[in-house]
């Protein structure tokens, strides 16, 4: 392998900064971040839409996705973890690239009860294993039911979902259900107001021991 030099660092102790120069560094630094575009609804069936990027998969079996879900700056909870409580479900929808716009409307901080997906203009459909609608032009959308609900330092709300049931564009999953990210075509968060793109790829297969010893070392091929 190509030796390279080690880069100089700076440190930081997070014991010494704010929660808001930690959370820059944090989010500047952990990239590119999945999104999770979450609808629910509310004890009296109203629909929201809210889009989290302190999200991802934690376990296959069970299925597990975990959600960080900030306090509003009153200190109450946002609409999303409030529904997920009160109901027990809610749904992951994947940010593809066309509903990037979209998505951003539903960012804003609309008083509750407000309807965020009218407000972008989407269409909704009804779950099919829970009570939680998903958005219609999503490419990928995955109905969970709450598993664990965990209230952190008067900050936020960690959730954790079980996967019951997944929609996926059609086309784009193949009989060994691989899917296509291209077809997906989703984009991550990055960090102040940036996001990236799945563009540009690349296959790096895994080495066994034996082809590392063998130095059997795969290069990089396009994915």
Known sequence: MTETTPPETQGFDFAALTPRERYKLMIGTIIPRPI????????????????????????ADPPIVALG??????GSQKDTSRNIRDTGCF??????????????????????????????GLEMRPGTAIDSPRIAG?????????????????????????????????????????VDPALIDAVGRLGGHGYSTIRDR??????SVEAYRDGR???????
Request: proline share 6%; net charge negative.
């Open 36 to 59: 999770a575009w979450v609808t629910t609804r509310d004890a009296q069936g109203r629909a929201n839409a809210g889009p989290y990027s302190f999200f991802n998969c934690l376990s």
């Open 91 to 120: 749904t992951v929808n994947i940010v593809s690239n066309a509903l990037v716009e979209a998505m951003n409307v539903t960012a804003v901080p609309f008083p509750a009860g407000v309807d965020e997906l009218a407000e972008a």
């Open 217 to 223: 070392i795969p290069g990089r091929t396009p994915g």
């Open 138 to 178: 999503a490419v990928a959308s995955l109905e969970c039911r709450l598993d664990s609900f965990l209230p952190l330092r008067n900050s936020r709300d960690i959730i954790l979902g079980e996967i019951v049931y997944v929609h996926v564009v059609a086309g784009a999953v193949n009989e060994s259900l691989h």
């Open 202 to 207: 690349f296959d790096l297969p895994t080495m």
């Open 69 to 74: 879900v900030e306090y509003r700056a009153d």
